[in-house]
């Protein structure tokens, strides 16, 4: 907008018209009133200019049809935000067409052939009062008295495809119909679509897209009557609110937002879409969309299958303790029939439940008000049909003074999720083993993200300690190994970035990497594990726990941990994996000076002779530059400064990519030099005074 800024309102107003239709567009204030309509050619412009009103044709459209919409006035991508006629557009001579307030208090559209198309059908008669019409600066346009400015009718209680800032989708009335937003019937079509997002009509704390009277997409159930989410150092919040008779949804930004324009619509292949305006890029930007996936659709994944999205690409998965129905059918990709119990389960006194977190809980739930956790789980558990149960409480009492939420399920558990953010723990009844339960711990919650983060049934576990002494060393060709380093660097970042609390493993080593049947790495062992807060970043303790050898200078001397702790550990496993050798494994005489792995690590380095650390029994047959590569990134997460050290995203990255250029390392200290005798074992459990005392 600067090159127009020395020229008047109305050429601003001109040149953009021009990018949005050939119709010679002129500005008109931002009112009708009785006597003079707005014909095409006019617009009306809201007083901060942000939007326009008018009579367009949709860009690109192989039908000469034209409607009355509004869009915003500013930008140069025509985005229609409201349609008044969208299931009768002006067909005949667009010339004589024009929108009216008339006599009794309505605002009616009439084509050329005196025919109305479109009226706001107030049901008020104010015959003897004046009324005008209004777009005001939020996109509303309104029918109001200019007696005392009451609104008789509003766009915003009419919406169809689009959600602003300030609208408000009805979820239940007692008289009113429920609300919803309607797609359009094409790109470039307006007419109403085949999709539709709203509230369900037998509960107010999920939404639905429709395709027809089919569930498309549901939304995860409301664990708070206030949700926000951070987006482009702003935050988009939605909220249920209770006014008089009527519970509805409203969608906006808090006061002073870095987002200036920001809309919710459900498009024409029916995706709902949170899109922002990038106006350095002059392009609509995605902050949220759903569906992301086709797995991400109603029901994909059938009864007791969920949509794993922790995965690289979603897939459908079963829960814990449940296998396929159809196993030949999973296999090929078909997942309707969804998941059963691995065993028959009878229902007893005794049956306890075990939690599932990072959930979108299933549908068809039944919501029991005012009942306390204890209540909640009891009740599922007193009742032998009941097969699940969740429980939340919220953050205010705005709908029906109960900040509590218990949900349990009689049937089927349908339409699951498991999300690496957000979600919550959803209980499923499980028989008790042997006579004992064990309680669920928060650290026992988390391992379980973790767990189901991999979602991994050991057949068969081989310790990566095959990589001694003969012949199960050939099992571990270059791909394989490759493949065990990817994974475990999957698994820590799952563990530092995408869990819901940050964890510390401050154990990694050997052999806590358990190996499936497929050779699939999973990490074990959280016994020393440590949690931090959402502002947490790094923790210090006096008792040091570990494993000598795997531990970073800084945690083993001054009790300092942090993600580095971690990523140093697995530099030293990466260096194990890559050489088959252990971290104390003597190294060869000639490189007598070399006290360890890393040591001996970096004295070939400095040789230039690092191709001599790659385990002989993978040289043949395989291209060097990935294990190569791969000491390289070792030795970058053995550091000494921790600061030094890549995060894990940039391992992965640079584990992925082979463009990514690396720096080059530091020579390492070597903290604690100990000489291991040949064949000994430095799986060494020390405490700090043990630690010191060596």
């Not at 998965?317 to 129905?325: A, H, I, M, N, Q």
């Amino acid at each position: 907008m600067a090159m127009y800024s020395s020229l008047p309102v109305y050429a601003i107003l001109l040149l953009l018209s021009w990018t949005f239709n050939s119709l010679p567009l002129c500005a008109s204030d931002n009112r009708i009133v009785a006597g003079k309509p707005l014909s095409p050619g006019n617009v009306l412009v809201s007083q901060d200019g942000v939007f326009a009103l008018g009579f367009f044709s949709p860009s690109n459209s192989t039908k000469n049809y034209h409607y009355v919409g509004i869009w915003y006035n500013r930008i140069p991508e025509r985005t229609v935000v409201w349609v008044s006629n969208r299931a009768a557009p002006i067909t005949t001579n667009l010339s004589s067409a024009n929108l009216v307030v008339t006599n009794n208090s309505d605002i009616v559209l009439s084509d050329s052939n005196g025919r109305v198309l479109w009226t706001t059908n107030n049901s008020v008669s104010m015959n003897s009062i004046s009324v005008e019409a209004v777009l005001d600066n939020t996109g509303n346009f309104i029918l109001r008295s200019l007696a005392d400015s009451a609104i008789l009718w509003q766009s915003f209680d009419h919406p169809t495809d689009t959600l602003l800032p300030g609208m408000n989708i009805r979820l239940s009335h007692n008289t009113l119909p429920l609300q919803h937003l309607v797609s359009w019937k094409a790109q470039h079509d307006p007419s109403p679509g085949e999709f539709s997002y709203g509230a369900d009509p037998s509960s107010l704390l999920q939404c639905f897209i429709w395709n027809g009277s089919r569930p498309h997409l549901r939304s995860p159930v409301w664990t708070n009557y206030l949700y926000m989410d951070k987006f482009n150092k702003s935050a988009i919040y939605m909220a249920l609110h209770h006014a008089g008779d009527e519970v509805y949804m409203s969608f906006g930004m808090p006061t002073g937002s870095f987002i200036l324009l920001v809309r919710m619509q459900i498009d024409y292949l029916g995706k709902v879409n949170i899109l922002s305006w990038d106006s350095n890029m002059s392009v609509w930007r995605a902050l949220y969309a759903e569906p992301q996936h086709e797995c991400n659709t109603y029901g994909y994944c059938g009864p007791y299958g969920y949509c794993d999205n922790t995965a690289t690409v979603p897939v459908c998965k079963c829960l814990d303790g449940f296998e396929p129905r159809d196993g030949k059918g999973w296999i090929a990709g078909s997942f309707s029939q969804g998941c059963r119990p691995k065993e028959v389960r009878r229902c007893t006194h005794g049956d306890d439940f075990l939690a599932f977190p990072g959930m979108k809980v299933p549908d068809k739930f039944l919501h029991l008000p005012s009942r306390s956790f204890d209540e909640c789980r009891e009740e599922c558990r007193s009742n032998c049909s009941c097969v699940a149960y969740a429980y939340s409480r919220m953050s205010n009492m705005d709908i029906d003074g109960d900040d509590t939420r218990c949900l349990v399920w009689m049937g089927d558990l349908i339409d699951m999720e498991n999300n690496t953010q957000g979600g919550e723990n959803l209980y499923v009844r499980t028989r008790i083993l042997q006579g004992d339960m064990k309680k669920i711990t928060t650290l026992e919650i988390v391992l379980s993200v973790v767990s189901s983060f991999l979602v991994l049934i050991c057949v068969g576990l081989i310790c990566i300690y095959a990589f001694r002494d003969g012949t199960r060393k050939l099992l571990l060709n270059w791909s394989t190994r490759f493949k065990i380093i990817r994974g475990v660097a999957r698994g820590l970042l799952y563990l530092h970035q995408d869990s819901r609390l940050m964890m510390i493993h401050r154990d990694l080593k050997a052999s806590n990497i358990l190996l499936d049947a497929e050779m699939s790495p999973k990490i074990s062992d959280f016994g020393t594990a440590r949690l931090f807060g959402v502002h947490e970043q790094e923790g210090h303790t006096n008792q040091v726990v570990g494993t000598f050898g795997y531990m970073s200078p800084e945690y083993a001397m001054e009790g300092i941990i942090s993600v580095k702790s971690d990523v140093y550990s697995f530099g030293v496993l990466l260096l194990e994996i890559v050489s088959g050798m252990k971290i104390g494994t003597t190294t060869p005489s000639a490189h007598a000076r070399a006290h360890n792995l890393i040591d001996y690590a970096w004295s070939l380095r400095k040789d230039g002779k690092m191709m001599d650390l790659v385990d002989s029994s993978i040289v043949e047959g395989c291209s060097l530059v990935e294990p190569l590569r791969c000491i390289h990134i070792g030795l970058l997460s053995v550091q000494d400064d921790p600061d030094a050290r890549p995060l894990m995203s940039s391992v992965i990255a640079s584990l992925d990519n082979k463009d990514i250029e690396l720096p080059q390392p530091k020579e390492p200290m070597c903290f604690a030099r100990r000489n291991y005798g040949a064949g000994e074992s430095q799986a060494d459990d020390l405490s700090l005074e043990n630690l010191k005392g060596r």
